[in-house]
């Protein structure tokens, strides 16, 4: 690409320490987006709001999230990453901090904006992953990163909810901004020195993520199967409160946030789809993922009325959406070692977008069709996704000059 640095040389790998390390940092880093949501009642009666206004919370923070996305993570090709994740840990640090201290709703949803933008530093820390890892290592790399983001979504309500029932929610804000100190020191610590990979102006870095999406296929591919994943993903958990709040269950907010550990097995067996990628079968383990994301709607609506299915739904879904999330984003490294951020950039977005758009059809859609109706959008949602692969996979194939090299995404 036009401005870019050379390409990467290769590299030895990267200690298992290290990898861990930076998959504990991206959980705590996307699980700030979280913490509000089961404390909102409480938070709307602190602050002097009604539930609707104290709802706006969830919003705020999506959108400084997908800000941050297209303005923020493009940067982690321009600027050395080990201090741009430091500094901007920092800062997620000092939004939390306020948010712990806020006298007033409006700046309490000022610093949970701030701790959006900011909390993208995950997304940095995963092309960042890629970029320090040898080519044979790569998939498991990023698949274990990437299951430590989502073990930091499952867990964050969770973890929310304890430490305000013991300690007030302040506590929650004040010991996240303490937690996000910390791992920034340590991050700077361990961390090697990782240069920039282009020598563009931030402007043309910007242009140039619409330059990938125009140019590469593959990446447009797995935007769009992104998207509907993340938005499974969201039409699951925008609507398990609803249902387990209600006949037959009745769960209270503590009950039904321990709901969100059963995606835990999901995520930690979905690493296994890094490896399989890894071996050169990112195909089948993605049209795999697939089929199970795709199941999981059929034992999730018969859990209507009993926890079992429910539980063994839930897992059966995450381990889905995670695998087909480690497959794209495996898919998408590929393209250019110089334009990881870029590419995550473009990928992310297109991802948080689609779950934004399902999670408000469901949120409309269980008031008028229930629990039911919700299990359908889903299983077309998935029944979409498997479409464009299988059909987006078999257009790319016969797209290939003969004698190329197989695109990560058309098959093994």
């Known amino acids: 690409m036009p401005g870019s640095a050379a390409p990467s040389t290769a590299r030895e790998g990267i200690g298992r320490g290290l990898v861990l390390l930076l998959a504990v940092a991206c959980g705590a880093a996307v699980a700030n987006l979280y913490y ?5 009642p409480t938070l709307g009666r602190d602050l002097g709001v ?17 800000l941050g996305l297209a303005f923020l ?17 920092v800062l997620t640090a ?3 901090a306020v948010a712990a201290a806020a006298p007033s709703f409006l700046v309490f949803a000022a610093a949970l904006a701030a701790v959006g933008v900011s909390s993208v530093v995950a997304q940095i820390i995963v092309p ?12 498991r790399v990023v698949g274990t990163v990437m299951s430590g983001l989502l073990i930091g979504i499952l867990t964050a309500r969770t973890v929310s909810g304890i430490l305000a029932a013991a300690f007030g929610w302040r506590a929650v804000f004040a010991l996240a901004a303490a937690g996000m ?3 920034a020191a340590t991050l700077r610590r361990r961390l090697p020195p990782v240069p920039p990979t282009t020598e563009l102006p931030y402007a043309g870095v910007l242009r140039s ?32 409160a609803f249902l387990l709040a209600g006949p037959p269950f009745h769960y209270g907010n503590a009950a039904i946030g321990l709901f969100g550990l059963a995606g835990l097995a999901g995520a930690a067996a979905a690493s296994v789809v890094g490896r399989l990628a890894d071996r050169g079968h990112g195909a089948r383990a993605t049209t795999v993922s697939l089929i199970v994301l795709l199941v999981s709607w059929a034992i999730l609506a018969a859990g209507k009325t009993a926890v079992a299915p429910l539980i063994i739904g839930i897992a059966a879904l995450d381990l889905g959406a995670q695998g087909v999330q480690i497959a794209n984003q495996s898919a998408i490294y590929e393209l250019d070692a110089n334009a990881r951020s870029r590419l995550t950039t473009a990928y992310m977005v297109s991802y948080f977008l689609g ?7 469901t949120a409309s859609l269980y008031g008028r069709a229930g629990w039911d109706g919700v299990c359908l959008l889903g299983a077309i949602t998935a029944g979409c996704l498997l479409a464009v692969w299988l059909i987006s996979s078999y257009a790319l194939r016969g797209r290939r000059p003969a004698g190329e090299p197989r695109l990560a995404s058309a098959g093994d």
Not at 36 to 40: D, H, R
């Open 355 to 361: 779950g934004a758009i399902l999670s408000a059809v």
């Open 128 to 139: 960042m992953s890629s970029s320090l890892s040898a080519e044979h290592e790569r998939g």
């Open 209 to 240: 993520v619409l330059t990938l999406i125009r140019t590469e296929p593959v990446l447009r591919q797995r935007m769009v199967m992104g998207g509907l994943t993340f938005g499974c993903f969201s039409v699951l958990w925008t609507s398990l």
């Open 94 to 96: 000092v939004a939390l």
């Open 73 to 89: 993570v493009p940067v982690g090709d321009l600027r050395e990453r080990r201090g741009l994740i430091s500094a901007t840990l």
């Open 181 to 183: 100190v910390a791992l």
């Open 50 to 66: 009604g539930n609707g206004t104290a709802g706006l919370l969830v919003t705020v923070t999506q959108i400084g999230y997908v």
């Open 36 to 40: 509000a949501q089961p404390l909102l």
